[in-house]
């Protein structure tokens, strides 16, 4: 429940979806983020990446594909983000995969848009996940020891439920600092988005 006074927090949740699956999938955590927090659902083939810098934090999902490639907008757009700044930005993840079909490139492409929205200053480390209870050979989303991001097989493990959780610190009202302006001590305040593995109901298919 949002205060009369209090900054919102902005959320971007970036996607590409050939099947429409990823895109169900993003609608789906925005709807569990925007009771506390702005959120916009942005579809990657149509945004412009240098909008990116207005949001406080970005969560960007993708499916892998054969040979672990990005989904295709991914592909033509990614390279844009070289001339984005996202220094500060917090970041979270969430990639769809197949580890029966590709189990030596289980979400690989999860783990390279993670790698290039670090790159670009995004701040990462935020909702990593276990890889217990996947049976896969390799990933390259894999970073000491857990995945990057949520991670959703519909494929292989179609029964394997997931739930959208969020947690963060409460960004301070301008009346709770005791002041008309923003100061610096709200704006340093850390923030983080969670997306959990943990179950509830069915997503349906993914891809």
């Known amino acids: 429940m949002r205060t009369q006074g209090e900054i919102v927090m902005k959320i971007a949740i970036i996607y590409g979806s050939t099947s429409g699956n990823t895109k169900q999938i993003a609608d789906r955590i925005a709807g569990a983020l925007s009771h506390d927090a702005s959120v916009d659902v942005l579809d990657v083939r149509t945004t412009d990446l240098s909008r990116l810098v207005e949001y406080d934090v970005l969560i960007a999902g993708t499916p892998t594909y054969e040979m672990g490639a990005l989904q295709e907008d991914w592909q033509a757009k990614l390279p844009s983000l070289d001339a984005v700044d996202l220094t500060g930005k917090k970041l979270a993840v969430f990639g769809l995969g197949d580890q029966g079909g590709f189990a030596d490139l289980f979400v690989d492409a999860m783990g390279k848009l993670y790698r290039k929205f670090v790159d670009r200053g995004a701040v990462g480390g935020t909702g990593f996940t276990d890889t217990e209870g996947f049976s896969f050979e390799k990933s390259d989303a894999v970073i000491d020891g857990k995945f990057c991001g949520l991670v959703l097989d519909e494929d ?22 005791g002041s008309d302006q923003v100061g610096p001590e709200i704006a340093d305040v850390e923030q983080a988005v969670v997306v959990s593995d943990h179950v509830e109901e069915d997503p349906g298919r993914i891809g």
């Open 156 to 177: 292989t493990q179609a029964d394997r439920d997931w739930n959208p959780v969020v947690a963060h610190r409460r960004l301070p009202s301008v009346h709770d600092a």
